[in-house]
T-cell receptor, first 115, second 109 residues
Framework: DTGVSQDPRHKITKRGQNVTFRCDPI?????LYWYRQTLGQGPEFLTY????????KSRLLSDRFSAERPKGSFSTLEIQRTEQGDSAMYLC?????????????FGPGTRLLVL | AQRVTQPEKLLSVFKGAPVELKCNYS??????LFWYVQYSRQRLQLLLR??SRESIKGFTADLNKGETSFHLKKPFAQEEDSAMYYC???????????FGKGTRLSVIA
């Protein structure tokens, strides 16, 4: 296991199209997080899962954003009807359990450009 | 509300000079604080966390609840320390991280 992986690494799309990103966490990790990072900013939390349960989704930026983790392993983040303001780096992270001070391990990110 | 402030966008120091990257936080409870680092063309990775009270790559950080700060320090900077550094807060144990905007450290030979 080489860590958290994300696919694709880069995505260019036209405004109004739908896009889907995939994240594969470290295999034994039960928590999975999605963040967004724009230029000059730190990562901004979007949503997270414990196993297949989505525990927090109020921070998703709009109802165009949705995420799934159907079997408690990989996760997908979908953006419908993309807008130019959605252009950003989308980061996935995973961690083990509900232990305080848990370490989140980050993937390389998917860079989205909406034209 | 939970907030992390890193006042410096860029910090340049000479090799061998001391480094201090500032981080202030806003949280009413007992925070859990972290420093993450991102080297050029690499992914974001944990550098250290306050509860461990450890030194990683010569860096240390002490939580000062009175000043609500968690500054990152290193007595002698190395060129390989050049990177983007993010301070992050976990406010309630099981909630996701809140990140600062980051400070880019440039160590000049």
């Amino acid at each position: 296991d080489t860590g958290v992986s994300q696919d694709p690494r880069h995505k260019i799309t036209k405004r109004g199209q739908n896009v889907t990103f995939r994240c594969d966490p470290i295999s034994e990790h039960n928590r999975l997080y999605w963040y967004r990072q724009t230029l000059g900013q730190g990562p901004e939390f979007l949503t997270y899962f414990q196993n297949e349960a989505q525990l927090e989704k109020s921070r998703l930026l709009s109802d165009r954003f949705s995420a799934e983790r159907p079997k408690g392993s990989f996760s997908t983040l979908e953006i419908q009807r993309t807008e130019q303001g959605d252009s950003a780096m989308y980061l996935c992270a995973s961690s083990l359990g509900s232990i305080s001070q848990e370490t989140q391990y980050f993937g390389p990110g998917t860079r989205l450009l909406v034209l | 509300a939970q907030r992390v402030t890193q006042p410096e966008k860029l910090l340049s120091v000479f090799k061998g000079a001391p480094v201090e990257l500032k981080c202030n936080y806003s949280y009413s409870g007992s925070p859990e604080l972290f420093w993450y680092v991102q080297y050029s063309r690499q992914r974001l990775q944990l550098l250290l966390r306050h509860i461990s009270r450890e030194s990683i790559k010569g860096f240390t950080a002490d939580l000062n609840k009175g000043e609500t700060s968690f500054h990152l320090k290193k007595p002698f900077a190395q060129e390989e320390d050049s990177a983007m550094y993010y301070c992050a807060l976990n406010g309630a144990g099981n909630t996701p991280l809140v990140f600062g905007k980051g400070t880019r450290l440039s160590v000049i030979a």
